[in-house]
């Protein structure tokens, strides 16, 4: 029974704070169209820290996808593997799915994140809580070393 009300309760949060909403103010911001939304482009990424976020517009042949990853763990093989957040809406259902991915890299492919896995849809969801707050109060790294203090920046995120 407990197991049944953890992933009721975990998958209640994630919806209540993985809105399509905020997602979509992701893709809007200034920042965020300059340097982080070319999505195959390995210097179109912004980080936090430990932390980094990525967004892919919807195109024809692809659903928007906005990206996290950040602390995660050793594989077996002793490899060092960040922890993947993917977010993609999914316009047939109107809502934000989960996808994760064992590896870094593009040859590691997404698939969704099962309900039952309650630690990765709160982490996710925690994560997805902090992008406005890196984005606002952080210094953030571009792609290309570029470091950028979101208080130096105008509304159209250009340094003043």
């Known amino acids: 029974m407990w197991e049944y009300s953890k992933i009721v309760h975990y998958r209640k949060l994630y919806l209540q704070d993985v809105t399509l909403e905020k997602y979509k103010a992701v893709f809007e911001r200034p920042l965020v169209k300059k340097y982080a939304s070319e999505y195959l482009n390995e210097n179109s990424i912004l980080y936090f820290g430990d932390y ?3 967004v892919r517009p919807e195109t024809a042949d692809n659903c928007s996808r906005l990206t996290l990853n950040g602390k995660g763990k ?3 093989n002793g490899v060092w593997q960040p922890s993947f957040y993917h977010f993609e809406y999914d316009q047939s ?3 934000i799915r989960l996808y ?3 590896g870094n890299g593009y040859e ?3 698939y969704e994140v099962s309900y039952n896995d309650t630690h990765t849809y709160d982490a996710a969801r925690q ?3 902090l ?3 890196w984005l606002t ?3 953030i790294k571009t792609g290309t070393g570029k470091v950028i203090y979101p208080e130096n920046l105008d509304e159209n995120g250009e340094e003043v």
Request: charged share 35%; proline share 8%; net charge negative.
């Open 52 to 54: 980094s976020l990525q």
């Open 74 to 76: 050793y594989d077996p």
């Open 93 to 95: 259902e109107d809502k």
């Open 100 to 102: 994760t991915q064992d």
């Open 108 to 110: 590691f492919e997404p």
């Open 127 to 129: 994560h997805f809580n």
């Open 131 to 133: 992008i406005d707050i």
């Open 137 to 139: 109060e952080y210094a």
